[in-house]
């Protein structure tokens, strides 16, 4: 698929940077002088300044709720998304702020309400990114014992997406209302407001929002995976999909069937945005560059044995692997009953495999870190020409920037790369005005 259809893609390559305090990897804190860096709001707010300086559209923070890393780990996941986003709102202007919740552990009403109120408090850069939960250390956290089956999990989803969007466009107020005849009598229209009286499988609510929709219209909704299931999501409701896609012909298949897919839901064109993850590592020269990616697989401590990284990506009993051969065909076909991951990140990193026919050994050089999303190593040209040449050929709208050294990473590849991203006319050179959906091209968007 060539993606030379512009009118589908973003009117700009897409960026923003997965929000962690110190870095995605959990062991990033060994990379920063003051280990309480990773506690400290002030570390995600220069980040966040950072991130503005260029231009990025929004700060993505993920989400699991636990805390069950060895002390030589830092939790990933530290502060409520929530809270954090709408205080970063409240002090860094411009760029959206997107929380992470999990479909089955909150309520959509609840969380509805929440994005709305931090849609109002950022003046439309709002959005959430919705996921369905797969630890069991987070259902033990929240009543349960074990996280419900796959097709549970996923069918709650479905349910609890359809409800945020219902709920989002409860309450709107009529612009000029003060000039209708009836406005001396009430505070806004009426009609403006509808209960939805939803009686599902999973929910029960009544709405409407008492929170009315911002002017910019509802927030932007953000989904994540590759698998089926989390496709078919997207396609139905969501403004975002992101996604682990690491192979640029695999990425460009994934993208032309979300796109048939939206189609087939009676939505417009350029409805859904795709925007991987990637881990850049940037050096001067090639070699620098490389050099810098080996002292991070050693400073954060993960395996140079090609066997052992590729039976952790994978949850593989390290007996089947033979570093100089390829997987097996049911080794890249199936996930292992231990797999536990989300099933997009199996597939990008079997995909990877089976199509360049690599060995265990290769495939671990592919995958020195990042845990599955895909890593660009070489000089700011070869990071922006990479982009670039992903969004050219549709294979993206953008990306979520997987930094493992913050904030020096973060000001690096803003100095260094975005300029050249600029250069190459596919990158604004600041904030237009409207809502965050608005920048990202979604259709309808205020």
Known sequence: MQGSDMAARAPHISLSINFHAVGVHPRSWKLVPDRDAAWSFQTRLEVARIAHDGVFDALWLPDLPMAITPPEQAPLHISDPQLLMAAIAARIPDIGVVPTVSSSYTEPYTVARNIATLDEISEGRAG???????????????????????????????????????????????????????????????????????????????????????????????????????????????????????????????????????????????????????????????????????????????????????????????????????????????????????????????????????????????????????????????????IIDWYRSGAADGFVLHLQDLPLDARDFVDQVVPLLRRAGHYPDGYAKGSLRSRLGIPGAL
Do not use: C, M
């Open 128 to 386: 959430v990114n919705v996921i369905a939960s797969y630890n069991p250390r987070i259902a033990q956290n929240y009543g349960g014992d074990a996280v419900p089956d796959y097709a549970e999990r996923y069918a709650r989803a479905a349910e609890y997406l359809e409800l945020f969007g219902r709920l989002s466009d409860s309450f709107r107020l009529t612009r000029d209302w003060d000039k209708q005849p009836d406005a001396a009598r009430y505070l806004y229209d009426p009609a403006g407001r509808r209960e939805i009286d939803h009686v599902g499988p999973f929910f029960k609510v009544r709405g409407p929002l008492p929170v009315p929709q911002s002017p910019f219209g509802r927030p932007l909704l953000s989904t994540a995976g590759g698998s089926e299931h989390a496709v078919g999501l997207a396609a139905k409701y969501a403004d975002v999909l992101y996604a682990a896609l690491v192979d640029k012909a695999s990425a460009q298949d994934f993208v032309a069937g979300l796109r048939a897919q939206v189609a087939a839901e009676g939505r417009p064109e350029g409805a859904v945005k795709v925007v991987p993850g990637i881990v850049p590592i940037i050096g001067s020269t090639t070699d620098e560059a490389k050099r810098r990616l080996e002292q991070l697989v050693g400073l954060l401590g993960e395996s140079i044995d090609p066997v052992a990284r590729v039976a952790k990506l994978l949850d593989l009993d390290p007996a089947t692997l033979h570093p100089d051969r390829p997987l097996t065909e049911a080794q890249l076909s199936t996930p292992s009953p231990n797999y536990k991951r989300p099933l997009g990140f199996f597939h990008a990193i079997t995909d990877v495999a089976r199509r360049g026919d690599l060995t265990v050994n290769q495939l671990a050089r592919e995958f020195q870190l990042g845990g599955g999303h895909k890593i660009i190593v070489g000089t700011p040209d070869i990071v922006a020409n990479t």
